[in-house]
């Protein structure tokens, strides 16, 4: 049966009409293969416009209908609902924008007018190819999936439950708050770190519906936006953490000490032990690798030095192992950062002179609950005279490659603290240029310049070297004039900078959300959509993305959080895109071409049947993996290339 195309002409107002002659375009458009109607309309996206425009199509029986006026850009939306007014699948429209191809950029209202003509063909010839499609609705899982208990996820799943939904925290160390806990005093306000976050830690362990599992990390990712089941396995703790009390009387009782992470090496732990003073949840938890129990003599000092009897039901060697499946709508990435350990340390004396420490290791060292008690002590036990802090450590190209925009606020911060702890110690900070962003960086730079700070400019950090000389270390460079310059110092600290979180490679591969050339997630757009994904669903907070502070850390966990609360409403069905691509099972050879091209991971290769899969969910239609695919078995619905083969014909002609 052929086609039915209705063809209505906008004025515009006068944007059209006067650089256009819709007379001669009328008349053209009338004369075209399967056109029953052609009507001319001062405004045809006015409110009045419209609903003639849906009586026109069950009135005439359009069954495709072309509309000759502006950019799809502004209005094809709106046509798109006309149609489905008028009882017509909104998919069997199509734009001709004869106002900016057109009237706008063609002077001569002649050649305007044979260039409309051009494009009104054109649609015509496309829109007789022109399929209905189906618009889905699915249902959607409203919880969320954090990973990550830092500053920022801790923020989003607070976000979250503020909300009524259900956040999972997975955890993969067995404490909630991250590396700032590592810190007595954090800038700009100089505030206690642990008092600052201990109210929002509280919040996050006792509300309802957060629920958090430390210990444990993401196994699998499967599904879709509004639709992930997601499998975590949390690791034995050996210790039951409904019963015990954290009293800390099994710490004593254990015969192994091993260097504690969480003190950089500078401190010493037990087997069963907590990471710090004031870890939240207040349980300890079993090192399975030092524990003589597992390694050796069958131990069980710890669970007979329990008050509460240390039985099973407080200690239980057998505990194994929790795999755990959760149902949610998206999933937040909040996974932060590990500080840079490449071989600029080396360079700089680090693991090669014992006073040659880390910013990190610093920060555990001026804590009054790190290993020196909040003293400033050299391994061996003194004090020290003079400390040089060494900054952008593994900045330069081939390392870090990048600016981790905090180091610099970081050393002012810990140089403050130093002569603070010690009026009689001298602080020498070398810098080259200082990265100080933000209102109340500038604040710190002048209170330390006020201070007994000497800061000393060098050409290049990435030309320093450190050495050793009788009784001291030596931090060699050039000034900016090229000349040699030598910094005695008791102890030299270097200023590490970010790098991606262990583990992140593994995860974007299970979450298939790709990564940057620096190895941390990438955004959706570095400067529109920061804490969005490639990955529809999942949304990224914090250092998960790049180097970030405490306060814009805590505002991307919070702006995720809002991402997930804006799409995915309770109540709501999910609307999947109509035009999306599919791929031909018979003809796809599972070559995988389409998976490295697609920008929004929508295909997935199904090893069963060794072919591409498209997601529905995730797919934008965007044609990218048509046109990669070597085997033609890719087609963008809606942008088929017999669409495509008209419409140019209809230009071409």
Excluded at 320 to 329: I, S
Excluded at 337 to 343: L, M, N, T, V
Excluded at 365 to 371: A, D, E, M, S, T
Excluded at 615 to 628: M, P
Aim: hydrophobic share 40%.
């Amino acid at each position: 049966m052929p086609a039915r195309i209705g063809v209505y002409l906008c004025e515009c107002g006068s944007n059209v009409a006067e650089g256009i002659d819709l007379e001669r375009l009328a008349a053209f458009a009338a004369g075209l293969e399967d056109v029953v109607a052609v009507v001319r309309h001062p405004l045809l996206c006015g409110e009045a416009a419209c609903a003639m425009l849906a009586d026109e199509i069950r009135a005439r029986g359009l069954d495709r209908l072309v509309v000759a006026a502006c950019s799809p850009k502004e209005h094809e939306p709106t046509f798109r609902r006309v149609c489905v007014a008028g009882g017509l699948n909104p998919h069997m429209l199509q734009l001709a924008n004869i106002r900016e191809l057109a009237g706008w950029v063609t002077p001569d209202k002649a050649r305007a007018t044979a260039k409309a003509e051009t494009y009104v063909r054109a649609a015509v010839r496309r829109v007789r190819r022109h399929e209905p499609l189906e618009t889905r609705e699915i249902d959607i899982v409203t919880d969320a999936l954090v990973i990550g208990a830092g500053v920022a996820g801790i923020e989003a799943a607070l976000t979250l439950a503020q909300k009524g939904r259900t956040a999972f925290v997975v955890e993969r160390e067995p404490y909630v708050g991250g590396k700032v806990m590592k810190c007595d005093e954090v800038f700009p306000n100089l505030e206690c770190a642990s008092c600052m976050l201990e109210p929002k830690l509280d919040a996050v362990l006792h509300d309802e519906r957060i629920r958090v599992l430390t210990n444990a990390e993401v196994e699998s990712v499967r599904g879709d936006y509004g639709n992930f089941l997601v499998k975590v396995r949390r690791k034995a703790r050996y210790v039951n953490m409904q019963n015990c009390i954290g009293c800390g009387a099994c710490y004593p009782a254990c015969p192994v000490e091993v260097a504690s992470e969480f003190d950089e090496g500078l401190g010493r732990r037990k087997a069963i032990y907590v990471p710090f003073r004031g870890s939240l949840p207040n349980v300890p938890i079993i090192d399975r690798e030092h524990c003589l129990h597992f390694t050796d003599a069958g131990c069980t000092a710890c669970r007979d030095g329990c008050p509460l009897g240390g039985g099973a039901e407080f200690i239980d060697f057998d505990e194994q192992d929790e795999l755990l499946e959760l149902k949610v709508g998206a999933i937040i990435v909040a996974t932060g950062f590990e500080p840079y350990s490449g071989a600029a340390l080396r360079r700089l004396g680090f693991g090669r002179y014992p006073d040659v420490y880390t910013t990190v290791q610093l920060e555990r060292l001026l804590n009054p609950g790190g290993p020196s008690g909040g003293k400033v002590v050299k391994r061996d036990g003194r004090p020290p005279r003079s400390v040089c802090l060494v900054p952008c450590v593994g900045r330069e190209p081939g390392e870090l490659g990048y600016c981790s925009a905090v180091c610099c606020q970081n050393s002012l911060k810990l140089a403050h603290l130093l002569q603070q702890r010690a009026p009689e110690l001298e602080v020498s900070l070398v810098h080259a240029d200082w990265c100080l962003p933000g209102k109340r960086a500038q604040r710190i730079y002048d209170a330390a310049a006020r201070e007994r700070l000497r800061m000393i400019r060098v050409a290049d950090p990435a030309a320093l070297q450190v050495s050793d000389a009788p009784g001291t270390l030596l931090v060699e460079g050039l000034d900016p004039a090229g000349r040699p310059r030598q910094i005695e110092a008791d102890m030299v600290v270097l200023a590490v900078g970010m790098r991606p979180s262990a583990g992140s490679a593994e995860l974007a591969a299970r979450l298939r959300a790709p990564l940057d050339e620096d190895g941390f997630f990438r955004e959706e757009h570095a400067s529109t959509g920061p804490v969005s994904s490639a990955l529809q669903g999942v949304y990224l907070a914090g250092c998960a993305s790049g180097p970030r502070d405490i306060a814009a850390a805590v505002a991307g966990g919070a702006g995720a959080a809002g991402k997930v609360l804006s799409g995915l409403l309770p109540g709501q069905k999910l609307r999947l895109e109509s035009a999306v691509s599919v791929i031909d099972p018979d003809r796809c050879g599972g070559c995988r071409t389409c998976l490295g091209q697609c920008p929004y991971q929508a295909i997935s290769f199904d090893a069963e049947r060794g072919v591409c899969v498209v997601s529905d969910v995730l797919c934008k239609g965007c044609g990218t993996c048509d046109a990669s695919c070597p085997a033609g078995a890719a087609t963008a619905r809606h942008f088929t290339t017999a669409q495509l083969v008209a419409e140019l014909l209809g230009v071409l002609e």
